[in-house]
């Protein structure tokens, strides 16, 4: 079983930084490819990062410059770095993953961004 804990979100103002975290229960957490993905009321939930178990990184293309995602395989967690927030960035962002074949989700962290 992959439980997926994320950390981190909060109100900011535009232009301001977040760090969101997800930690992951799983045995050998390396072998994992890891997302971040977002979701506002009435839209699809839409990627915004992603990184492979060997480290290479894709971003959406409205956050690419802004975003950075990175993970620490000893601590089991992958991380969300994100700057120069603006209002279009608000939404629950959950971290996923998925091992043979099965996707898993976290439980999702609000992300507001509002003066």
């Known amino acids: 079983q992959v439980q997926l804990v994320e950390s981190g979100g909060g109100l900011v103002q535009p232009g301001g930084s977040l760090r969101l975290s997800c930690a992951a229960s799983v045995t050998i957490f390396s072998l994992y490819d890891l997302g971040w993905y977002r979701q506002v009321p009435g839209k699809q939930r839409e990627l915004v990062a992603a990184?492979?178990?060997?480290?290479?990184?894709n971003y959406a293309d409205s956050v690419k410059g802004r975003f950075t995602i990175s993970r620490d395989n000893a601590k089991n967690t992958v991380y969300l770095q994100m700057n120069s927030l603006k209002p279009e960035d608000t939404a629950v962002y959950y971290c996923?993953?998925?091992?043979?074949?099965?996707?898993?989700w976290g439980q999702g962290t609000q992300v507001t961004v509002s003066s």
């Open positions: 990184i492979t178990r060997l480290g290479n990184t």
């Open positions: 996923w993953t998925t091992f043979n074949g099965v996707g898993y």
